[in-house]
């Protein structure tokens, strides 16, 4: 049982600044989002900016960091 963060549509630096004030919480157990990680890429994508290798790489580079920047807000609400 717990919260979880909304993403909509922010940008990561948004959603990071939201990990840090949530990082003490007790109930706070994850995120959800979808539009932050795949949205622009794939408007570069439909649009033939880039290709399908591409959009998988930017795809997976935008989860990984806010899964990076996650743990991160994690590990200092351990540490203090």
Known sequence: ???????????IDT?????RDAQR???????????TIFHEPSRAW???????AELVRRIR???ERLIDV????????RAA
């Open 1 to 11: 049982r717990g919260v979880v963060l909304l993403g909509l549509n922010a940008s």
């Open 15 to 19: 959603l990071a600044a939201g990990f």
């Open 25 to 35: 919480s007790r109930t706070c157990r994850g995120f959800a989002v979808g539009r």
């Open 46 to 52: 439909l649009a033939g900016e880039i290709d399908d």
């Open 61 to 63: 580079a935008n989860f």
């Open 70 to 77: 996650w743990r991160a807000a994690r590990t200092e609400a």
